[in-house]
């Protein structure tokens, strides 16, 4: 079975979507996904599975349905593509220098000409963003909070399945999964 990161969408940001990691370890595990390792509260898992990517997806979020009652979205990246985002980092230094506000924004697939027009247009200077493949790289200078393309790119109107994480997390993810192969 090869190891898998699966992103969980929005679960533990606020009192009614609140799924414990011990919980969701003891979950998986049972189900066959182990050995299951968590990163923070907010739906990072590192498991093992022989499905992978949309399959991969498809099963996590009806394990999840069935034993939360949440209907909770999941992204998945094997190892070696979360490698792959980390080397391509199309924003570079400037932005990975405050990790907190330069986020990943994984998407289930690649975004349509549409999308990526909308997405380039939420850009407002002093933000930069660039998309590579199923990832949407955004550098938010002045914080995430007012930010619209930050909005847009959380929010349920991209037509895909998307889950942002900062770059602390994303190098995080990578370390862990680089620890166990």
Do not use: C
């Not at 570079?92 to 924004?105: E, F, I, K, L």
């Amino acid at each position: 079975m090869a190891q898998q990161i699966a992103l969980l969408r929005a679960i533990n940001l606020g009192p009614s979507r609140r799924i414990a990691m011990g919980e969701l370890r003891a979950l998986l595990s049972e189900r066959g996904y182990g050995p299951v390792r968590t990163h923070l509260a907010s739906g990072n898992v590192l498991l093992h599975s022989e499905a992978v990517g949309e399959e991969l997806a498809r099963e996590l979020e009806q394990q999840l349905a069935d034993a939360f009652k949440l209907d909770v979205p999941v992204v998945v990246r094997s190892p070696e593509e979360l490698a792959d985002v980390v080397l391509r980092n199309p924003l570079g230094a400037p932005a990975a220098a405050d990790p907190r506000r330069y986020q990943v924004t994984f998407l289930s697939q690649t975004p349509s000409v549409d999308l990526l027009a909308r997405i380039d247009a939420a850009a407002i200077a002093p933000e930069q963003v660039a998309v590579s493949g199923r990832e949407v790289f955004a550098w938010h200078p002045d914080g995430i909070v007012s930010s619209p393309l930050a909005k847009l790119l959380g929010g349920p109107r991209l037509g895909v399945t998307a889950t942002a994480r900062n770059w602390n997390t994303v190098t995080a993810l990578l370390r862990l999964a680089d620890s166990e192969r």
